[in-house]
């Protein structure tokens, strides 16, 4: 019986995409490092192609010719390239009345502190939505646009700081708030701000916008506060460094005060600063201090 020979089998190569720019490992390598030592956040391995998308901007905008290029003028000490640096890298995912039920938690503080002033510090304020929140929930509280309260914002990313102090937003940011709370706070862009709401003076009289790398050794800021929110921002710091910033916000915070944690992070680490209050909420342990 004849049988039919077998075909030769055809490799084909893969097909790699050409980048622009020459990206080492090396150069992902020093990039890990620079982020991690001025803003003390962790890369994965996984973030190689993100960090030469982000990157490869720069080095456009500069005229460079080679990531090796733009690290030299990193390291040289550039600080205006720096701050542009850390904001490429910067992650900012933020809605407002993000983790709801925190707010709740607030509102009822609040109001048990009503004998005195409170002072909240947004410590990952992003573009302006959480901070904004907390204020509607202070208003709220109070049942006034003048509420016995004070919010600093801060964040790394100066840009983003930037859109949080204008307060103004694309209508698709605010559209699952209720009408009420978008009637009470909000104004409705017309004209050329068609499609756009901006947050109404009063909100923004409550919160100061400050710049604030939590890896500094000195903060600009000066306790003591209530409250802080430091949400979704510990998960890009590896556990030595979360411990670091929570040891330097337990002075900060007020000895009955909270600190608010995003919904996938967790202080057990450091159980000898701080103790459970409530889902992702926890309070300074006495003697801490």
């Avoid at 000895?255 to 680490?269: I, M, N, Q, V, Y």
Wanted: net charge positive; charged share 25%.
């Amino acid at each position: 019986m004849a049988t039919t020979p077998e075909r030769p089998r055809i490799e084909v190569p893969s097909i790699v995409p050409q980048r622009e720019f020459h990206f080492t490992q090396e150069d992902f390598d020093r990039v890990r490092k620079l982020i991690y030592d001025h803003a003390g956040i962790s890369l994965a391995p996984i973030k190689r192609d993100m960090v030469y998308s982000r990157l490869a901007r720069r080095l456009r905008a500069l005229g460079l010719a080679s990531f090796r290029d733009y690290l030299r003028l990193l390291e040289g000490g550039d600080e205006k390239e720096w701050e542009t640096f850390v904001n490429s890298l910067t992650t900012n995912l933020t809605s407002f009345f993000r983790e709801g039920h925190h707010f709740k938690i607030l509102e009822k503080y609040m109001l048990a502190l009503a004998t005195r002033p409170v002072r909240i510090w947004c410590s990952a304020a992003s573009t302006g939505e959480e901070p904004y929140s907390l204020a509607i929930t202070a208003c709220e509280a109070f049942g006034t646009t003048t509420p016995p309260v004070t919010i600093v914002a801060s964040d790394i990313d100066t840009n983003v700081l930037a859109t949080g102090e204008r307060g103004v937003y694309p209508v698709e940011r605010v559209e699952k708030l209720d009408a009420e709370l978008l009637r009470r706070y909000f104004l409705k862009g017309a004209g050329t701000q068609a499609g756009y709401v901006r947050v109404r003076p009063e909100l923004q009289k409550l919160i100061s916008f400050t710049r604030v790398n939590l890896l500094d050794a000195r903060w600009p800021v000066q306790g003591p506060f209530d409250v802080i929110f430091c949400r979704n921002v510990m998960i890009y710091f590896d556990k030595e460094t979360q411990y670091a910033i929570l040891k330097k916000f337990v002075p900060l915070l007020h000895p009955e005060g909270l600190l608010f944690a995003g919904h996938s992070e967790s202080f057990h680490h450091a159980a000898n600063l701080l103790q459970v209050r409530g889902k992702t909420v926890y309070a300074p342990l006495q003697g801490a201090r």
